[in-house]
């Protein structure tokens, strides 16, 4: 069984073998409806007249092949004028001696036949040279667009974690100035973050359950930093389903947006509500965070302001396009983010 499907691969990927399998199961075929007609008699001159419609064919292929890698005009209405005259002739010489016996007083009139056959299987042939290529053109432009799409994801998802790293150093270093016996604590989760953005996001979909995972050690580790300033509400789906997947580090963003902006305002508590639940193979998040409008204004931004959301917006774009839905609002003085895409089921 194995051989068999060896030789089958190699047929289908042999062109020369492609068509001698075409040729032959078309030969085939039309020799079935000859016996079943009855007219054994013609059996022979049915199958050389077989061939020679294949002939036609593959010249206008041929032909047509001619026009498309060189693009002169000229030299293709030639060659297919001169092989439609030659194969004419063939046509109607083969067809009075096969048929008839005698070809030249059975010439002129299979000549008659023998034209507009010829003329419709070559310039079926170049119709097919045509088609093909049309059809290759968009294979190849799809197969392009995907790896644009692949590289652009990847260089999105290589730049989202020196992101993170920047924004969580400078944290960890102003904690480091008033209560440095946290920093270890941070350090350790920091690392469990880090090995999960650098080892465990290599492919494009990962198991949903996975990245809820790094949400909740995201979450620990900024529990960690803001210690009991801190008002969090959480409410996530437990996932058991390992076939239900996202693409990776797209969720963990927004938890981010939330904890870096709620710090910034006057309360002396900020509050922050995470909501993640799963219906009919639909995530639906939603993150609230406390929001201060007027010391968002008054704070300088940075180079690297808004640069993990713009790139997860343009991900959620390239991968999910219309299978994902994104808002966001500010209301009485907290910020909502809300997104549903149709996860991804293996």
């Known amino acids: ?28 075929v039309f020799a079935i409806s000859v016996l079943l007609s009855g007219n054994q008699g013609i059996a022979c001159a049915a199958m050389l007249t077989c061939l020679f419609v294949l002939l036609c064919t593959y010249t206008g292929r041929w032909c047509g092949k001619f026009w ?3 693009g002169m005009y000229v030299s293709f209405l030639q060659k297919s004028l001169l092989s439609i005259l030659i194969l004419s002739l063939t046509g109607a010489v083969g067809a009075g001696y096969l048929y008839k016996g005698n070809i030249f007083k059975y010439f002129v009139q299979y000549l008659t036949f023998s034209f ?13 040279a045509f088609a093909r290529n049309s059809l290759l053109k968009q294979v190849n432009e799809a197969q392009l667009l995907r790896q644009q799409k692949e590289s652009e994801l990847r260089l999105l998802l290589s730049q989202l974690s020196p992101h993170f790293l920047f924004n969580t150093l400078n944290n960890i270093y102003g904690i480091s100035l008033t209560q440095h016996q946290r920093v270890p604590a941070l350090l350790l989760k920091l690392s469990e973050l880090l090995r999960y953005s650098v080892y465990e996001t290599r492919e494009p979909f990962i198991p949903l359950q996975n990245e809820l995972l790094y949400i909740h050690n995201y979450i620990e580790f900024e529990k960690i930093q803001t210690g009991d300033r801190l008002v969090l509400k959480a409410e ?38 995470i909501n993640l639940s799963v ?28 640069v993990g959301l713009n790139h997860t917006l343009k991900r959620l774009k390239l991968i999910y396009g219309k299978d ?4 966001v609002f500010q209301e009485n003085g907290i910020y909502h983010v809300e997104l549903s895409l149709n996860a991804n089921r293996i």
């Open 68 to 70: 498309l890698s060189r």
């Open 236 to 273: 996530i789906q437990e996932i058991l389903d390992i076939n239900l997947q996202i693409a990776p580090m797209l969720l963990i963003v927004f938890v981010e947006n939330a904890f870096k902006h709620s710090k910034i305002t006057r309360n002396s508590k900020i509050f922050i509500s």
């Open 324 to 327: 994902c839905n994104y808002n």
């Open 279 to 306: 219906k009919h193979d639909w995530i639906y998040f939603k993150v609230e965070n406390s929001y201060d409008l007027a010391r968002q204004q008054q704070t300088k931004p940075t180079e690297s302001s808004g």
């Open 1 to 28: 069984m194995e051989r068999l499907e060896r030789l089958i691969g190699k047929l289908i990927s042999s062109g020369f073998w492609v068509h001698i399998l075409f040729c032959a199961v078309f030969i085939f």
């Open 116 to 128: 507009p056959l010829v003329v419709l299987f070559t310039f079926f042939g170049v119709a097919i």
